[in-house]
């Protein structure tokens, strides 16, 4: 069997500690020098396993003062698919930031099955806890669904989507979902209080009108932070007499 490389090793000896709660969040690791000397390997290997921790989310480096055992962020589920879930943010608070009209470009035409330059409404919120940004949702409908009447999302603002394009004659009666890990834009973490580049969790959603796609959204929100809880509702088996 295969030696484990040694910054492998000591990276388990500090993890472990951390994990069962003997170095709680704030705790100042040792330096790469004092670890190289009481691990008995080279400061290479010590500074090798502190990134390691670091890319785990396990220890945050300070410039200046070293590594630091990090605190562990809540976390917030986010109900999906469910029709009881509501606005499916949990104990998030929603804050409308925006609705405008512009028009539609790749990918998102693809999604919306339209062409380049047709115009749609884009809607911007964000999720809170306690004033502080956890999520964005961007939503985009095709204008020519609602134009003319009182059911826009300028006109009908505090209406769900649902709720609102099936009064407009498109009652949604499908959704899918495609859930990834991206880099935030720089767009994005603005809104999000947040830094460009760091990962994602993104949740691509349409819905549909029979084929027709009447609405898609994405929901973006901190990996560390999100968690999707999913609820689907299994058909009972027959029992046989």
């Known amino acids: 069997m295969p030696r484990q490389p040694q910054y492998l090793w000591l990276a388990e000896q500090l993890r472990e500690p951390i994990l069962n709660g003997e170095m709680t969040p704030g705790t100042r690791l040792p330096s790469r020098t004092r670890l190289a000397r009481a691990y008995r390997v080279s400061e290479q290997i010590s500074r090798t396993a502190l ?12 410039p200046g003062s070293g590594y630091f055992v990090r605190a562990f962020p809540e976390v917030f589920r986010l109900s999906r698919t469910d029709a009881t879930s509501g606005s499916g943010l949990g104990r998030l608070v929603r804050e409308r930031v925006s609705t405008e009209q512009e028009r539609c470009t790749a990918p998102l035409s693809s999604r919306l099955r339209l062409r380049d330059g047709d115009p749609v409404y884009r809607t911007t919120s964000r999720g809170l806890s306690s004033d502080e940004p956890v999520t964005l949702h961007r939503s985009w409908e095709p204008a020519v669904l609602t134009a003319g009447t009182l059911r826009t999302p300028f006109d009908a603002a505090d209406t769900g989507p649902l709720e609102r ?51 898609t959204s994405d929901l973006i929100g901190s990996a560390d ?17």
């Open 51 to 62: 990134r390691l921790l670091v890319t785990e989310g396990l220890v945050e480096a300070r």
């Open 225 to 241: 932070q999100c968690r999707l809880l999913y609820k689907l509702s299994l058909a009972r088996p027959r029992v046989r007499r």
């Open 165 to 215: 394009l099936g009064a407009a004659g498109f009652p949604v009666d499908r959704v899918v979902e495609e859930v990834g890990v991206r880099a935030l834009r720089d767009s994005e973490a603005a809104l999000l209080d947040s830094a460009p580049g760091v990962p994602v969790l993104v949740v691509e959603r349409t819905h549909y009108c029979g084929d027709r796609p009447v609405e």
